[in-house]
């Protein structure tokens, strides 16, 4: 069969290729990209990827020249005899033994000394260290800042966000309230296992923030939990000092609306959620705490914008928003009444203290 060349098609797979590659390029956002590292542990991390990336790009460079250049030189001419046949040189021998050698013992070292500043947290002044504990659940994650005690004497609690000062050291100790999941900020920190039976331990320090300027950051489970496990979202606030201060005085406050609607009572939310402040709503242990829900960015993990109608949308029927969580063993299609979810609505969305970083989100 006569040898056709195969131009015509490769050009195109090659123009199919690079339209991809700019495609994505230009596309959306991309709030949970590693290529962005905001803390000195993902710039670590990132300083060595890239470095590993171009020294691929050379041994890349200098093989396939060297095979391309050989496939022209030495390719069989019609007359050709059989060239020299030959087994073994050893000086070639030798040599492709010991540069990629010294090649991954280059790598092993870099390596080993990244893990190193990632994994040794610095000993600062206590208050210039925030420790936070991170407990997965399908499909939410609970921060509990032990520190920081609340104007009735708990521990502050918080649900999908986490606020944190920036250029402080922040000390997690990480578990989960039921299968494994796993902690990731990627702009800010490796990824942790969040296991039933173990604490794992991670630290980071976000960058400088100025004040009135918080921001935000995206993190999303990394470990495979269950049906809502792409919906187990978070994120990480990073304020100055000042407003982390700020935060921290709001949020160790009781609800600023106290006046439990008894709907929330007959409706049975009162059995996981707490509102500190309410004289009913102070038991619950399975679902986020609400104390401040209208101050928070999201509404279940990350699933849905806080607002109004997505707040209402999401108690008319968990299951449709978030199929299988665990708020739908009691909260069915047509469980709320419109009044009910009305005055539901209402309340929860009054939760809101004051500072928040819904501005900074929508940016
Ligand atoms: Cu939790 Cu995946």
């Known amino acids: 069969m006569p040898y056709r060349r195969p131009t015509k098609a490769l050009g195109r797979i090659g123009l199919l290729l690079i339209a991809a590659t700019m495609l994505v390029a230009c596309g959306q956002a991309t709030p949970q990209t590693m290529l962005d590292p905001q803390s000195d542990s993902t710039r670590t991390i990132f300083n060595l990827a890239v470095l590993l990336f171009w020294l691929g790009v050379g041994v890349f460079v200098i093989v396939q020249t060297w095979l391309i250049v050989s496939v022209?030189?030495?390719?069989?001419?019609?007359?050709?005899q059989l060239p020299a046949q030959i087994h073994g040189n050893t000086k070639v021998e030798i040599a492709w033994t010991i540069v990629p050698a010294i090649i991954a013992i280059f790598i092993f070292v870099l390596t080993f000394q990244a893990i190193q500043k990632i994994e040794v947290k610095p000993s600062v002044a206590s208050a210039d260290e925030v420790h936070i504990q991170v407990i997965g659940h399908q499909w939410w994650?609970?921060?509990?800042?032990?520190?920081?005690?609340?104007?009735?004497?708990?521990?502050?609690?918080?649900?999908?966000?986490?606020?944190?000062?920036?250029?402080k050291v922040i000390d997690l100790t990480v578990t989960s309230a039921d299968v494994i999941h796993d902690f990731w900020i990627p702009a800010l920190s490796g990824k942790r296992d969040?296991?039933?039976?173990?604490?794992?331990?991670?630290?980071?320090?976000?960058?400088?923030?100025?004040?009135?300027?918080?921001?935000?950051?995206?993190?999303?489970?990394?470990?495979?939990?269950?049906?809502?496990?792409?919906?187990?979202?978070?994120?990480?606030?990073?304020?100055?000092?000042?407003?982390f201060q700020t935060w921290v005085t709001e949020q160790s406050g009781p609800a600023v609306n106290a006046d439990l609607p008894a709907d929330f009572t007959a409706a049975g939310c009162i059995g996981c959620h707490v509102i500190r402040g309410t004289d009913a709503a102070n038991g619950g242990q399975i679902g986020p705490d609400l104390t401040h829900f209208g101050s928070r960015m999201t509404i279940a993990a990350g699933t849905l914008d806080?607002?109004?109608?997505?707040?209402?949308?999401?108690?008319?029927?968990?299951?449709?928003?978030?199929?299988?969580?665990?708020?739908?063993?009691?909260?069915?299609?047509?469980?709320?009444?419109?009044?009910?979810?009305?005055?539901?609505?209402?309340?929860?969305?009054?939760?809101?203290?004051?500072?928040?970083?819904?501005?900074?989100?929508?940016k």
């Open 306 to 362: 806080n607002n109004r109608d997505n707040l209402h949308r999401w108690l008319d029927s968990p299951d449709a928003v978030k199929p299988g969580n665990i708020m739908t063993q009691v909260i069915k299609d047509d469980t709320l009444s419109p009044e009910q979810l009305n005055t539901l609505t209402d309340y929860l969305i009054s939760l809101d203290p004051g500072i928040d970083a819904k501005e900074q989100a929508a």
């Open 141 to 167: 994650w609970e921060f509990r800042y032990p520190d920081i005690t609340t104007a009735d004497g708990k521990v502050l609690v918080t649900a999908n966000e986490m606020w944190i000062p920036a250029g």
């Open 72 to 80: 022209f030189k030495y390719r069989h001419k019609y007359n050709d």
């Open 194 to 243: 969040a296991l039933p039976v173990h604490e794992t331990k991670i630290w980071f320090k976000a960058d400088d923030v100025p004040d009135g300027e918080p921001k935000v950051y995206w993190g999303q489970c990394a470990e495979y939990c269950g049906t809502e496990h792409a919906y187990m979202k978070m994120r990480v606030v990073a304020a100055s000092p000042n407003d």
